[in-house]
């Protein structure tokens, strides 16, 4: 059974960076996509960025440049890293692998 926990959301300024984790158990992150999808209140959840197994990754075209996906196999993390956060990035964010989700990491960006 896939179990999946996210960590890392904050309060960050316009322009600032933080990394998102999220701690994957009871799979191989080498056989499987997992992805990253975010949410605001009234609007549906919204792709991210993914990492399929063999390591390439895929992202919205809204945040291509600004978001880089990796992960750590050994530790069975999936990292979002970003960059020049916008106000438009706040939301609550998802790890997802098939029909798996996790809780959720709220991110902020505000003055």
């Known amino acids: 059974q896939v179990h999946l926990v996210e960590s890392g959301g904050d309060l960050v300024q316009p322009g600032g960076s933080l990394r998102l984790s999220c701690l994957v158990s009871g799979i191989a992150l080498s056989r499987n996509i997992v992805g990253w999808y975010r949410q605001v209140p009234g609007k549906a959840r919204e792709f991210v960025a993914h990492i399929t197994g063999r390591g390439r990754t895929y992202y919205a075209s809204s945040v291509t440049d600004r978001f880089t996906i990796s992960r750590d196999s050994a530790k069975g993390t999936v990292f979002l890293q970003m960059d020049s956060l916008k106000p438009e990035d706040s939301a609550v964010y998802y790890c997802?692998?098939?029909?798996?989700w996790g809780q959720g990491t709220r991110v902020t960006v505000s003055s």
């Open positions: 997802n692998v098939d029909e798996s």
